[in-house]
């Protein structure tokens, strides 16, 4: 729970640089609570949409909006397209960060504006700390540092003064302190390994791919058109027709409440920086931190936060026409039918529908036959899968569980004194070089014929452990 390094992957290496879930985490804690990872995790997932829903709601209704309005707003964040694709490659410490996004307004929003400022602005900066804790790759992060840095900015421009630029510059100084004073102990060594690795700059082409193309923008952004089928496997990052009508309809209606305006802007930007249009993303990679960072459309985060907000106002407005005042209730019941239609049912799904494809994951780690045994062999040794070479598709999602020790990993990590001088040597005479790092059994899908090795046992196939996934029956054997 504690360590900042996995001892079960890279040898045990202590890579205090990585940073890692840790106890201060929503995993971490359900981990600590239940001691069942699979538990902590699926769980996990469950409280971070809610928790995105319940930061929504409170925004919104922070901002003087009816609790009706900020329902329509929390189901838009928590159910469009572009977060729920989170779930398709398991992208939680995403999901982490999102989740409190909306509370960096909310409580930086109350610093530039009640008189007793301080203590909403040391909010905002453990809202900052807890999005490091909940989501240590920053994804989010850092676009919310950017969104919180564009709303000070818009704050002061509209109607400033001297006294205001003392007063946000306070805001803003409480903030990053609170912010960096929570946590250096994580930021210091992530910042030393973007400077050993290749990531300490990304190229342009790295962090130019996925683009926005505006061919797509109503397809990514909108409603996807889908044609026969109304709903499609897959991922894409819109709001919905209805989101976006009401979005459309509250920017016009009330465009002169500064909030809208700014929501508006937000909105705009995101997009602009997902197309690279202006060069704007091209200015931004040239920041420190930045630079480090992949794909242009990671800030369309930005674009959804602002969508369900500008939802809610459209709502408001659309409910205040004299028509639609008579029948307010059954037309709201009929919207929210709609809505929850639109972004929800005819959504994209992101996993197969026959549960006849799906596999129990504690099952496939009681049939991985082959692991079972070797957890099962007195003393303390390390193992190896012959097919991994390098961070890629690692098996350390199973030998884990079974307590067993890995000298590769799974991992986003390249770490060049491990990887490259170590490893990259020891590919040259396995049998010894793996055995100074106590290697005591190596897995294989194949029977090997290396001198310094000897065939143990075959063991029987596991049929429950993804059959349709090539790239990780290297996990299960059979070869020991």
Same mark, same amino acid.
């Given at each position: 729970l504690w360590p900042l390094w996995d001892p079960f992957s890279f040898g045990g290496d202590p890579f205090l640089m990585k940073n890692?879930?840790?106890?201060?985490?929503?995993p971490g804690f359900l981990l600590f609570l239940f001691n069942d990872s699979?538990?902590?995790?699926?769980?996990?997932?469950?409280?971070?949409?809610?928790?995105?829903?319940?930061?929504?709601?409170?925004?919104?209704?922070?901002?003087?909006?009816?609790? *009706?309005?900020?329902?329509?707003?929390?189901?838009?964040?928590?159910?469009?397209?572009?977060?729920?694709?989170?779930?398709?490659?398991g992208w939680i410490t995403s999901l982490g960060g999102y989740a409190l996004l909306p509370l960096v307004i909310l409580f930086g929003r109350k610093a530039i504006k009640e008189e007793h400022w301080a203590t909403p602005s040391i909010i905002t900066g453990i809202v900052?700390?807890?999005?490091?804790?909940?989501?240590?790759?920053? #994804?989010?992060?850092?676009w919310a540092g950017l969104m919180f840095g564009i709303f000070l900015l818009f704050n002061l421009i509209i109607g400033f003064s001297k006294k205001k630029l003392a007063r946000y510059s306070l805001v803003a100084l409480v903030v990053l302190t609170v912010f960096f004073g929570l946590s250096l102990q994580r930021i210091i060594p992530q910042l030393d390994i973007l400077n050993l690795g290749a990531r300490s700059q990304t190229t342009w082409e790295q962090a130019s791919s996925r683009h926005l193309p505006a061919s797509q923008f109503w397809n990514r952004l909108v409603e996807p058109i889908r044609i026969p *089928?109304?709903?499609?496997?897959?991922s894409g990052d819109h709001i919905g027709i209805?989101?976006?009508?009401?979005?459309?309809?509250?920017?016009?209606?009330?465009?002169?409440? #500064?909030?809208?305006?700014?929501?508006?802007?937000?909105?705009?930007?995101?997009?602009?920086?997902? !197309?690279?249009?202006?060069?704007?993303?091209?200015?931004?990679?040239?920041?420190?931190?930045?630079?480090?960072?992949?794909?242009?459309? *990671?800030?369309?985060?930005?674009?959804?936060?602002?969508?369900?907000?500008?939802?809610?106002?459209?709502? *408001?407005?659309f409910f205040s026409l004299e028509k639609v005042k008579k029948k307010g209730g059954l037309i709201f019941s009929g919207l929210l039918a709609l809505l929850l239609l639109n972004v929800w049912v005819f959504n994209f799904y992101h996993y197969s529908p026959s549960l006849q494809d799906w596999s129990d994951g504690k099952k496939v780690i009681e049939e991985n036959n082959v692991l079972q045994f070797v957890s099962k062999q007195p003393g303390n040794f390390r193992i190896q +899968?012959?097919? +991994?070479?390098?961070?890629?598709?690692?098996?350390?999602?199973?030998?884990a569980f079974l307590q067993l020790e890995h000298i590769y990993s799974y991992s986003s990590v390249w770490h060049p004194l491990y990887m490259n001088?170590?490893?990259?040597?020891?590919? !040259?005479?396995?049998? #010894?070089?793996w055995g100074l790092l106590n290697v005591k059994y190596v897995t294989s899908t194949q029977p090997l014929t290396i001198p310094g090795f000897r065939l143990i046992k075959e063991f029987p196939p596991c049929t429950v452990c993804f059959p349709d996934k090539p790239q990780i029956q290297k996990a299960w054997g059979p070869f020991l």
């Open positions: 890692a879930y840790g106890f201060d985490s929503v699979i538990l902590a995790l699926k769980l996990s997932y469950v409280l971070l949409f809610f928790l995105a829903g319940i930061s929504m709601y409170a925004l919104v209704v922070s901002l003087g909006l009816e609790r *009706r309005y900020a329902l329509i707003a929390a189901l838009v964040f928590m159910l469009n397209a572009h977060v729920i694709k989170l779930l398709k490659w900052f700390a807890l999005m490091l804790r909940f989501g240590p790759d920053m #994804k989010i992060g850092l *089928r109304i709903q499609g496997q897959g209805i989101a976006f009508l009401l979005a459309i309809f509250g920017l016009w209606k009330v465009r002169k409440n #500064k909030m809208v305006l700014f929501f508006g802007l937000l909105a705009l930007l995101s997009v602009f920086l997902a !197309n690279n249009t202006f060069g704007l993303y091209f200015a931004l990679w040239h920041l420190p931190l930045f630079k480090s960072m992949r794909y242009l459309d *990671r800030s369309l985060f930005l674009f959804v936060m602002a969508g369900s907000v500008l939802a809610a106002y459209g709502a *408001r407005e +899968t012959w097919e +991994t070479n390098g961070i890629d598709w690692g098996t350390n999602l199973w030998n001088v170590y490893l990259g040597a020891s590919a !040259n005479n396995p049998p #010894k070089l």
